[in-house]
């Protein structure tokens, strides 16, 4: 590991997805002297955990870009970095079960097409078309968009860092931010288990742990945790690795 340095253009706190992505697309952009601290390993947040589904349709506009701008992004990063980041575009398919909800997603199909995202509106028979093994008793109607997919979170946090290093950004982990020096309303030092480090710009990526972090300067950062639940099972006949993700 390269020696810790007392002076950085810009600090980013966290190795999880969005910290590692917060350094690649900095460096790309030809920003020089960044670092990401984590204090533990790349990826040993909650992006270890994430099941990986990609899916870019959100009730926001710019948020729906966004993630089209990922979908992009996946699909070449490995070519510039060498690293795999297990994208798959097996299509994502929302399901309406009653009349409002069939609305919401007529009204979503309208969105995503104004913003070039490609977007279906099927009948329960086409949806089952796409998903054998679903009961279409109580389908309304379904949206499927083409271009949705999954990918290994873990692996796309590699590659990021590994794109974001090749472009010269700096990587500390097992290096815990335990403080800030405040002036004139700005952070000016960050400090950490192995030192400080003056800085001009701090980016908090620091996910479920930003707020704590946030509250240690005054700054209130509106994110709380929210439980996700997941099962494994044993194969199921009939779900296959190539089916769409269907979303409720
Ligand atoms: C079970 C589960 C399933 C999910 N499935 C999906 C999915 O299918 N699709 C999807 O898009 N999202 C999914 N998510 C959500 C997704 O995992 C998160 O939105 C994403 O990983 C957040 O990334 P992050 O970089 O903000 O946070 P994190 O990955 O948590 O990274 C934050 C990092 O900051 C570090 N850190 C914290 N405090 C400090 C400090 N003081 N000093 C240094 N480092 C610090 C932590 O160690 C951590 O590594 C899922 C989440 C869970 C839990």
Not at 25 to 29: E, M, S, T, V
Not at 78 to 96: V, Y
């Given at each position: 590991m390269s020696e810790f340095p007392t002076h950085a253009r810009v600090v980013i706190i966290g190795g999880g997805i969005m910290g590692a992505s917060t350094a690649y697309?900095?460096?790309?952009?030809g920003w020089k002297d960044?670092?990401?601290i984590e204090r533990h390993k790349l990826t040993s947040g909650t992006t270890f955990h994430a099941a990986g589904l990609v899916g870019q349709l959100r009730s926001n506009a710019n948020i729906t870009q966004l993630l089209g701008e990922s979908v992009k992004l996946y699909k070449t990063l490995?070519?510039?970095?060498?690293?795999?980041?297990?994208?798959?575009?097996?299509?994502?398919?929302?399901?309406?079960c009653n009349e409002e909800r069939w609305t919401e997603v007529r009204r979503q199909a309208t969105t995503a097409r104004s913003?070039?995202?490609?977007?279906?509106?099927?009948?329960?028979r086409e949806a089952l078309d796409l998903w054998p093994l679903m009961d279409i008793s109580d389908l309304v109607g379904a949206a499927?968009?083409?271009?949705?997919?999954?990918?290994?979170?873990?692996?796309?946090?590699?590659?990021?860092?590994?794109?974001a290093r090749m472009h010269g950004a700096r990587i500390f982990e097992d290096t815990d931010v335990t403080g800030f020096k405040v002036e004139?309303?700005?952070?000016?030092e960050v400090q950490t288990s192995r030192g400080t480090v003056q800085c001009e710009?701090?980016?908090n990526c620091a996910g479920q742990w930003a707020r704590e972090l946030g509250a240690k300067v005054g700054v209130n950062v509106p994110l709380v945790s929210v439980e996700h639940q997941y099962m494994i099972t044993e194969q199921i006949a009939g779900v296959t690795s190539s089916l769409p993700t269907a979303r409720p």
């Open positions: 697309h900095l460096a790309k952009l960044t670092i990401v490995e070519q510039e970095t060498g690293l795999a980041t297990g994208w798959k575009m097996n299509g994502g398919l929302r399901l309406a913003f070039g995202l490609e977007m279906h509106l099927l009948t329960p499927f968009l083409p271009t949705d997919g999954q990918a290994n979170p873990s692996d796309i946090t590699a590659s990021l860092a590994k794109g004139n309303g700005r952070v000016t710009i701090v980016v």
